[in-house]
């Protein structure tokens, strides 16, 4: 597995670095491009001195080992990477994590991150965030961080659950469910994360599980070489207040049947002995089986396309929902943006080149101005 | 049309010189009385006078035309002499429409002048000014000096056949008319504000052409009417020499925090949502990207202040501009950039509250909430500027302050300072104070939570420093290490060193300044924008010998160092604020002296006259 891995994060580093010097070279920074490659770091180099204190068995424990293990691959200084979050269990993640970090307040870290990214666009930035955290107390500046489409990535640990609170609904809990403040049963209906990052303008967004590290390491390493927003909502599993939440499709013996892994260009296929799939039926997509009895095979189904402009599709496969449907998992959409950061500092420079730098005493001595002799 | 626009002809009437005017314009809030204001103010600064401004605008952009709260007023004093007030008291009121005159007869002074547009004196204005009888028959005018101009149809006259205007267009000129008018009776040059016509409505030469015309006709039929047998001039005021330049409160401040960025050598980043009185300084400082400012419209106030933490926290001088009820919304953040000890400035345009309040008004009642407003035990430093020209050197002193102590500072205007305009002498740019930021560098021994022995800030060591990777928080951190800690000495220790670091301050920070001797029996003691009534007030009875001194704070939080003993040299300590007593409850606690409060919420600022019989209570 290690092997495996190193083979395939050897080529992602090279891709990564073409797509950073490419992007220099539309004017972000021409002495970066020209500094020599930063030495390779290790997955050791990634972790802070910090006891890692979430709860043994917490999903959360995978999630900072694959980010650990991808942010050597991703060729970046350590200096020049940021990790930002807000309240809840997730968001204690940048203390694990040796670059700099910052753990805000509740449901402010995409805001926070707004103004790092903007102030310094070099950044690789990072929001760690909540299913509470984002959609909840967070909502509104996680659906304006995305739609401004700064390059950050925002990672959302959904476990459906308050976990540090101990124990109360959250705003992806499913319906009717019994928790600490909903004895009777949860009567608001659940937020899905992807239909609000889609719905917000996302240029990137994927999902991934705790449980399939390969699956979440590379997602987190695609999200973080798209340009403009990433979004990932990992499955994570909370084995003390909502253990098993997302067994029925993420367990190891269903999730071939129960959950759909979404590869860009590939007919949509799935099923134990990959016999079933997607297409669409007028404007609905339906689940088909494949074989000489219903006389399908895979040309008739939807072809997954990552790149398509109209996020229509994107959401609709983001609605897909197990048991109608299989639970899809992987990159639902990825498209080409201006970033809210260049087009910040395209303003600045348009500015300059026809004001000239700002001066300070041409600013003083404007307006309404008399002399007294 | 030839005769309308020639250059008027004096015709032998008397011309009479005055010390100091105030004018108020009143209008329908769609009459353009703000503009006919400014253009008044500008023309009587550039002619050497001294100036102080108080627009006062309805909160709606347009309420219903004719009616009470649609009207809108802009008073101007101008003078041969030193000033430092809007003026207590009109002499003169120019009502274009009945709710004009009935809003704010009450405010004119006993024998003043009335200026009145007639003509919008319809059944119909009347009803809607709540007029049950013509104010212009009724006797209600007595005992003033009315001039009853047919406005509209004076300036109906002069433009139609002249311009290709609709009659619409036309009337919208009315109030150049009503320039006019008073730049003849004041004795004021019109080029400066023909230049800033043809500046303005370039691309509409009809526009330009009517209301220069509209100007001229009222000039000089003011100039040829038998209403008017009288004009007056106000000569130069002495002021030093130099260059002086009109500003508002909220220009200067924009101004000030761009020469704060400047002068640090970092660029600014501000992070606002819109809101009145603040919304000028975004759109101020977005007009000044040359300078590398970054402007965020965030998506509200939480996230503006957020933003502006991020860019602190990044190496960018981090700002966040709203007024009174975004402030209570960003107070979480703010302690969050207590606790990790970040710079930051927060600029509060107080206005009128609690809650949405008086929007357009103003007050003083945001003092509480700078220096306690969050949870825990949670300093800040709190400045505010004195004067709208002040605005400038305290935006300077904000950033100043934020950095060298790394810390959130309050920079607290105020609705009258904010949209008032004075002279504003303007500085030599290396008359201007150093700003001095200092970024960690040396990973050997980092620690993030170390400590400058003078100030007791933490290094800054922004992103993109190698080795100086840390992580900071809302959490209690360890002292040196940063690392988040529970330990109980710890939080104890930590508590007050965040004080002690703010207290500190005041060893940096000028002595407050008495006016006056240094012993007595009243001391009047002020803060923020009272500075102008109370310092006029306190020269009027000085002059007739009371033994009476006056103080003013810029700095709130810590006070100067000198406070106590100042209090100490006067039989009473009386201060005038624009709230229910939040400074004098302040020094009360501090200091233990037996301070009065004398309050005034009215959405108003003091006038002289008021802390003069204040004072005379106590002598």
């Known amino acids: ?373 | 049309m030839s005769t309308v626009i020639e250059n008027p002809v004096e015709q032998g009437k008397h011309l009479e010189e005055l010390e100091t005017v105030t004018i108020r314009f009143a209008g329908d809030s769609g009459d353009g009385m703000q503009l006919t204001g400014t253009q008044f103010t500008n023309t009587s600064a550039v002619v050497g006078n001294d100036i102080s401004t108080l627009p006062d605008f309805p909160a709606e952009i347009r309420a219903p035309a004719g009616s009470l709260p649609g009207v809108s007023g802009f008073q101007l004093n101008f003078s041969s002499q030193d000033i430092k007030t809007p003026g207590d008291q009109p002499n003169v009121l120019v009502a274009m429409n009945p709710a004009a005159l009935k809003v704010n007869l009450a405010d004119l002074e006993d024998g003043g002048t009335i200026i009145i547009n007639t003509d919008s004196f319809t059944k119909e204005n009347l009803k809607y000014a709540a007029y049950e009888t013509n104010p212009l028959e009724d006797g209600t005018l007595a005992g003033f000096r009315v001039h009853k101009l047919p406005i509209t149809t004076l300036n109906m006259n002069a433009l139609k056949g002249n311009v290709e205007l609709s009659r619409k267009e036309i009337d919208r000129c009315k109030n150049f008319f009503a320039l006019g008018v008073l730049y003849w009776l004041y004795d004021r040059p019109m080029e400066q504000t023909i230049n800033w016509i043809h500046e303005k409505f370039a691309k509409n030469r009809e526009v330009m052409n009517g209301n220069e015309i509209a100007l001229k006709t009222g000039y000089n039929f003011a100039d040829t009417t038998e209403v008017f047998t009288t004009h007056y001039t106000v000569k130069k005021a002495q002021i030093a020499p130099g260059k002086y330049r009109k500003i508002t409160g909220n220009e200067a401040t924009a101004i000030g925090f761009i020469a704060a960025s400047q002068l640090a050598g970092r660029p600014l980043f501000y992070g606002s949502y819109p809101i009145t009185p603040a919304s000028d300084i975004l759109h101020e400082l977005a007009r000044h990207k040359n300078f590398g400012v970054k402007t965020f419209q965030a998506e509200d106030e939480i996230a503006a202040v957020s933003a502006a933490i991020g860019a602190s926290f990044t190496g960018h001088i981090g700002l966040t501009g709203t007024s009174g009820p975004g402030v209570a919304l960003k107070q979480e953040a703010i302690g969050l950039a207590v606790m990790t000890e970040l710079p930051l400035v927060i600029i509060n345009v107080q206005r009128g509250g609690p809650s949405t309040g008086l929007p357009t008004k103003t007050e003083q009642a945001d003092l509480f909430q700078a220096v306690w407003g969050r949870n825990g035990e949670c300093p800040a430093i709190v400045i505010a500027p004195a004067t709208p020209a002040d605005c400038f050197n305290m935006a300077v002193e904000a950033v100043r302050l934020a950095f060298k102590y790394m810390t959130p500072v309050f920079y607290l205007s105020d609705g009258y300072l904010a949209n008032g305009a004075e002279p504003w002498a303007v500085p030599e740019i290396d008359e201007l104070p150093k700003i001095e930021i200092k970024f960690a560098t040396n990973p050997e021994n980092f620690m993030p939570y170390a400590r400058d022995e003078e100030t007791l800030a933490r290094p800054y060591a922004i992103p993109g420093t190698p080795g100086l990777e840390h992580r900071i928080g809302g959490i209690e951190k360890q002292h040196l290490t940063g690392n988040v800690n529970y330990d109980p000495e710890n939080h104890h220790f930590m508590v007050k060193l965040r004080q002690e670091k703010v207290d500190r301050a005041a060893n940096d920070i000028p002595t407050v300044e008495v006016f006056g001797e240094k012993t007595g029996k009243v001391l009047v003691l002020g803060w923020g924008s009272t500075y102008g009534s109370i310092a006029s007030a306190v020269e009027k009875l000085q002059r007739e010998g009371k033994s009476v001194s006056s103080a003013h704070l810029r700095h709130l939080n810590p006070f100067p160092k000198n406070l106590g003993e100042v209090l100490r040299g006067f039989e009473t300590v009386i201060v005038p604020e624009m709230n229910l007593g939040q400074l004098c409850t302040m020094i009360r606690a501090r200091y233990l002296v037996d301070a009065v409060a004398f309050s005034k919420v009215k959405g108003r600022p003091f006038q002289i006259r008021e802390i003069v019989r204040k004072v005379e209570e106590y002598l």
């Open chain 1, 1 to 373: 597995m290690s092997t495996n891995g190193k083979g395939t994060n050897g080529n992602g580093h090279k891709e990564i670095l073409e797509t950073s010097v490419s992007a220099e070279s539309d004017g972000d920074s021409v002495a970066r491009s020209v500094a020599p490659p930063p030495a390779k770091l290790t997955k050791a180099d990634f972790v802070s001195g910090q006891e890692v204190r979430w709860c043994p068995g917490c999903g959360d424990y995978s999630i900072l080992n694959n980010v650990q293990k991808v942010m050597p691959e991703l060729g970046i200084p350590r200096e020049k990477i940021v990790f930002v979050s807000g309240i809840g269990c997730s968001s204690r993640f940048p203390y694990y994590m040796n670059t700099y970090g910052f753990h805000s307040i509740h449901g402010r870290a995409p805001a926070i991150a707004t103004g790092v990214k903007a102030a310094n666009p070099e950044l690789s930035v990072w929001v760690i965030t909540g299913d509470g955290d984002a959609l909840s107390i967070g909502g509104n500046h996680f659906m304006h961080a995305i739609r401004r489409n700064l390059d950050i990535n925002v990672i959302l640990f959904n476990n459906r659950i308050y976990g540090l609170t101990k124990g109360q609904y959250s705003p992806t809990s499913e319906m009717g469910k019994k928790t600490k403040s909903t004895p009777m049963g949860v009567i608001d209906y659940p937020l899905n994360p992807l239909s609000v990052a889609i719905a917000s303008e996302a240029t990137f967004v994927a999902s991934s599980l705790d449980v399939d590290v390969k699956h979440l390491g590379a997602t987190v390493q695609a999200a973080a070489k798209h340009k403009g927003v990433s979004f990932v909502e990992v499955y994570q599993n909370c084995n003390i207040f909502n253990d098993g939440a997302f067994e029925y499709f993420a367990e190891r013996n269903v999730r071939s049947d129960n959950m759909i892994y979404l590869e860009h260009g590939k007919p949509m296929i799935f099923g134990k002995n990959h016999d079933k799939g997607i297409r669409m039926n007028g404007a609905h997509p339906e689940v088909v089986q494949l074989g000489s009895e219903t006389g399908l095979n895979e040309n008739d189904l939807l072809v997954h396309d990552i790149h398509l402009k109209d996020p229509s599709v994107a959401f609709m496969l983001a609605r897909m929902e197990y048991p109608a449907f299989p639970q899809p998992v992987g990159i639902f959409r990825a498209v080409e943006r201006d970033t809210y950061e260049d087009m910040m500092t395209d303003q600045i420079e348009t500015a300059i080149n026809k004001l000239g730098p700002g001066s300070l005493e041409k600013l003083i001595n404007s307006g309404d101005m008399w002399t007294v002799e």
